[in-house]
């Protein structure tokens, strides 16, 4: 779920509060010699990991999966101090991720069992799925668990190792990890936690003995990462950002559709990479919808995350990105949209953004081709199905979609010509860890999660015996 990561020097990993503004904690960068130690330990660990038994593997990612349901109440707390989450989407994140290592565990080993190839001319073909070797994953603030869940769970089965480079404002969740990953017994140089600066990603990326970076971040950390990844020919998985359509065609009942709707928008405060950011209405119910949204948004007041009291928001990750999406709001008006509610940014340290309704953005707007990253739903008029599917698809990402309808089958038209890497009929987004996630345009490229979690970082290698 995309962050909008970091892309300057980086001055340190630090737990600074959203919600009051404070540094809590600070902790020191990685030096040189240590990045070098987490190279050859995932060197290392690789050498031995991978020829233990895939069956062995998968009772060690299972149990790291147990460790992160029986410790979800101390996981949840550390993100909402870190980056605002909610404190029930916290624990509910950290429960997820159980349901995610399970999975792996359980269906890892059938997808990556050999597959015979019919060999016209004779002969036995195979392909085998081998491990690759230590690969480097660069994950975001937005979902400090799941984002690395859903990247390690199917690389421990493979055989491959990891060197972690976490969101620079998510130190404790990162350390977190790495000790489940200690305490369900993986082994010494398996799994590498550093604090690595933008530099010495770098030095990372570009080490022979790295053999794949999976990135999920912003579109211009995306470039920068699949550049450096191209240039040393590192295979690259990249999760970058979203502007996910949400078209409603007609309904049977508004006030619950703008419900769901809004719920879907405002979880994690905005803060995910698949939310609704643009909400595509048929013009007969798009009076009434948005009237619905408007009072969902309507005399919310600051709240703290960790109490979640009726009534109240929470804040963004931080004070710059509440004040960057300000602006993005700021500017759509200025241009002459329509703020139905919220907008407002509140002073003081905290990084707090009234939840926000707008309408009539325009292609000169930043707001209608930029990822609008926090709780702002923008809602747009159409008259056909035809007009709905041309708004949809106008956008540089393409991660995901939904389409509404009573009539599944309209829905479903409509759906089937998304360009996205993933389009729902009749909900908001396909959930579970079954289910791959990715996208394709500038939503960059490579799945994660279900069976195509296990095609990334593998080598499909063909085994032929001669009759």
């Not at 996910?244 to 879907?264: G, H, R």
């Not at 950011?277 to 005399?299: H, P, W």
Request: hydrophobic share 40%; proline share 5%; with cysteine.
């Amino acid at each position: 779920m995309t962050a909008n990561a970091q892309t300057s020097t980086s001055t340190g990993y630090q737990v600074l509060n959203p919600a009051t503004g404070a540094v809590v904690e600070e902790f020191p960068t990685a030096t040189d010699a240590e990045i070098q130690d987490a190279i050859a330990a995932a060197e290392s660990g690789y050498q031995q990991w991978k020829n233990v038994d895939i069956n062995e593997r998968a009772k060690i990612v299972a149990r790291v999966g147990e460790l992160f349901a029986e410790r979800a109440d101390e996981l949840a707390a550390i993100i909402t101090e870190e980056m605002g989450k909610p404190l029930s989407e916290s624990k509910g994140e950290a429960e997820y991720c159980q349901e995610i290592l399970q999975y792996f565990a359980t269906e890892g080993p059938m997808l990556a069992a050999d597959q015979e190839v019919k060999s016209i001319g004779g002969g036995k073909a195979i392909i085998q799925r081998l491990p690759v070797g230590p690969l480097l994953g660069i994950m975001p603030w937005n979902y400090p668990y799941y984002q690395v869940a859903r990247f390690v769970a199917p690389n421990l089965m493979l055989g491959n190792t990891i060197v972690l480079k976490h969101a620079e404002r998510c130190p404790r969740s990162a350390l977190a990890i790495a000790k489940i990953m200690t305490d369900a017994g993986v082994p010494e140089g398996v799994y590498n936690n550093v604090f690595a600066t933008h530099d010495q990603i770098s030095t990372i990326i570009e080490d022979p003995r790295i053999q794949g970076v999976s990135l999920t971040g912003s579109e211009r950390a995306g470039s920068i990462i699949g550049e450096q990844a191209g240039r040393h020919l590192k295979k690259a998985v990249l999760e970058l950002g979203g502007s996910d359509p949400y078209v409603i065609l007609d309904s049977s009942d508004v006030a619950a559709d703008a419900a769901t709707a809004w719920e879907t928008r405002m979880e994690n405060t905005g803060q995910a990479c698949n939310s609704n950011k643009r909400m595509i209405v048929m013009e007969d119910i798009y009076d009434e919808f948005l009237d619905e949204l408007t009072k969902l948004a309507t005399d919310l007041t600051p709240g703290d995350p960790a109490k979640e009291e009726k009534g109240t928001f929470g804040p963004l990750s931080s004070r710059t990105a509440a004040e960057g999406v300000a602006e993005q709001v700021q500017d759509a008006i200025d241009k002459g949209a329509t703020l139905h509610a919220g907008g407002t940014l509140h002073e003081g340290p905290g990084a707090y953004l009234s939840p926000t309704v707008l309408s009539g953005i325009t292609k000169d707007m930043r707001a209608y081709y930029e990822e609008l990253f926090g709780p702002v739903a923008v809602v747009y008029k159409v008259s056909s199905d035809q007009e709905a599917l041309e708004m949809a698809n106008d956008t540089q990402y393409g991660l995901g979609g939904a389409v509404f309808s009573t009539d599944p089958q309209r829905a479903a038209k409509v759906a089937s010509g998304l360009q996205s890497g993933m389009a729902n009929v009749n909900a908001p987004s396909a959930e579970g860890a079954e289910m791959p996630f990715g996208g394709v345009k500038r939503s960059g490229f490579g799945r994660e999660l279900g069976p195509l979690g296990m095609e990334e970082f593998v080598n499909k290698r063909l085994f032929y015996v001669a009759e």
